[in-house]
Structures are given as C-alpha cells and as structure tokens.
C-alpha cells in the first residue's frame, strides 16, 4: 500500500500540467473512517487488477489536509496499520475541475451514490459507484452502481477483493477494512441495528485469513474512543469533525456530535458559536444529532435544530416529527436556548444515514413551495410560506392520497379549458 500512495504523490506532482489523467477514487465528503478506508481499498484494487491504461488510479480524501486532524478515529487507524498520514492526498491537492476541463477526469464514487450540489458539475465524469446508502442515482449502462443495504461500505469493498484479487489483501489492508467493518457495525452488535449477514461473514473471513488481526472487542473500544475523543476541539472543530451538507434553496449542515445532547447544550456562547459557524459557512440551518452508548453498546440520540429564523427552524422540525419513512420518535426536550430546539429521539437505530433522505425530502418540498432562503432574512416573516400540506406540493401527513404536482394541475386545467 505505501508503495501504491507513494506512486500516486509522485503522480500528481508529475502530471498535473500534462500526462495521462487520473482516475479518482473519491469518498464522501464527511470523510469518516468508512470514506477513508473504502477510498484508499478500492483504488488500490483498481491498481492491481485494471490493465493499465490512460488514466492513473489514485485515491482522494473528499476534505482538505487539515481537517485530518479532526478525525481522531482516522489518524488511529492510520497509526494502527502502520500507514503513514503524509502518504495520503486530499481534495485541495488535486484540482478535479482542472482535470475536468482538460478531459483527463473519471470519477469512481464510495460510500455515496451522487455528489453534493456543490459538485454537481462533477457528475458526468462518475464511472461507477459503490455504497451502502439509500439509492439516489439512476444506474446506466456507462456507470454500474452498487448499493448495497450492509453496515459498512467497507464491507462491500472487501467482498470484491476477496471475490477478484484475494491475492492483494496483506495483513495491513486487512487489518484498515477489518477494523472499518467492526466500527461502523458497533462491534457486530445486534443491538445497534447497523451489522448485517454480509458484514458477519466479511469479519469472520478476514478473521479467518489473518489470526494476528487485532482482539475485535478490544479494536471496536479503541477506535471507539478514539472517535469520541473531543477533547482541545472548540466547537466550530467538533461541527466540523463529522459534517454533511444538503442544500436547495436552503443549505443545511448535518453534523453528529460525539457527546450528550445536555452536555452540549451547556457549552458556553453556544448560540454565539452556532451563529457565527452557520455566517462563516453560509448555512441556513444546523441539525445537530448527538450519539453517544449504553454500557450494552445501545445507541442514545437526540437531535438539535438551530437556526436564526423561527420559519426555518419549525418547518424542519415540524416535518422531522411527522417523518414516518423512518418514523424518527422525536420528544421535544427543554431548551435555554431561543434559537435551538431539541429532541429526544425515540427510533435510536435511526443514525444520520437515515436522517439525511428525510432532510432532502424536506428540501424539497420546501423548494416546491415554501419561501426560499435569500427571502427569509426576518425572524419573523410578513408573509406566510406555503403549508407543507398543500395540494401542490404533497402532504407529509397525507399516507394514501396520491401526489398531485403542480404540473398535474397545470395539465388538468388545460384539458378543462379545452372542453
């Protein structure tokens, strides 16, 4: 693997003017160990098993060099296996627009199935994907898509090692996906609701291939507390560490905090904090979804809505408490705060990889029919939105109605008209 990263630097320092393109493996832009790993495990694969061709296979972390230091879990991960930070290249080293431009880009997508709208412009260099999220892209015959429902998109990744090139896997390659699938799968606990059959089997065969792997249950506490380590992080750095963002009309941060939601709440300036980050970042609204576990490694959550506007804020929230696809269970929780309101989630299995299709669904129906952002500058607003509820834009209580679009109506008044 150092010899494969090695050459991948040596690469783009080499070619970013001219050359052969590049054939990027990129993960998502939350860059969690899953991203991290998929990423570097793929592109790795595609090295050793694609003939060689025009472009050269490189993995890329979706986040800038110095955000590394964010991912506590990561840089543990790193260390574990022996593989050295400095091997790794980040998105603010590789121009991919430049590479774009000049017709020297392909795009192979991990954990996550379409790119974010500020790379939307991106997307018809994607030649493939593989991932573990809810399916949002139209497979193709030019760009074979793998979603598959597992806990880890690691899982995936592996399963294709082993089925095509098991001869590549070494003990340190093991040793990054192994200790990926036993993350995010909670230590294979039943009760955290993420482990699936495949994701036994993948562990139980790396387990099997590679008996020096570390103690599961022993790895699992490590990184898990190396991923909840926040200790020195401010709170611009703890919404940072662990951040996706959906925009429309709106644009909405989605980050998970590594803590209580109380002891959160109590932080010093919250409100301060939260309204500067959301200027500087130019955020409409932040959820904030807290995890922490029980001694039986249960998951807790809750979940926090801030934002300057009362409009915004309560839509969002009033849409998230009727959410039946999944129902999230929110109680709403006593807050100091005016600015923020907060939940107990019931539905405790329901992690941010379910949360983020509810929060797209929201936006748009606040596209089709409630006011946009750039509008909204007030806390309160002089003219009402549209009702989430409206016949035009579909019914988040409705659960048997059919949707009624406004070109459905558009139409149907036209066929009146005719008449």
Partial sequence: MEEFLTSCHRAVKENLVQGPGFHVVLGNEACDVDSMVSALAYAYFLSQTVPRETLLVLPLLNIRQSDLLLRSDNLFLLRQAGLSPDLLLFRDQLDLRALQRAGRLRLTLVDHNVLPRSDSDLEEEVVEVIDHHLLE???????????????SCATLVTERIIQKAPQIL???????????????????SPAAGKVTPRDVHVAAALETRFPSLPPRGALFKELQDAKFDISGLDTEQMLLKDMKVVSGSLSLAVSVLYMTMEDFLQRAELEAELSDFCQKFGFDLLLLMSISFTESKEPIRALAVFG??????????CFLEQARSPALALRPISSLHPHISAYQQGNTLASRKKLLPLVKDFLKEWDGGGCRGEEEDDEESQVPPTPMNSLADGCPLDGGLPHISPQDLEDKFNKMADL
Avoid: H, I, K
């Avoid at 497979?139 to 979603?147: A, E, F, H, Q």
């Avoid at 300057?308 to 929230?317: K, L, N």
């Fill in 137 to 151: 892209r139209t497979p193709s015959p030019s760009c074979p898509v793998t979603v598959e429902t597992v806990g």
């Fill in 170 to 188: 070494d003990q340190q390659l093991a040793t990054l996906l192994y200790a990926t699938v036993v993350l995010d799968c909670v230590d294979m």
């Fill in 308 to 317: 300057q506007s009362a409009t915004f804020r309560d839509q969002v929230g």
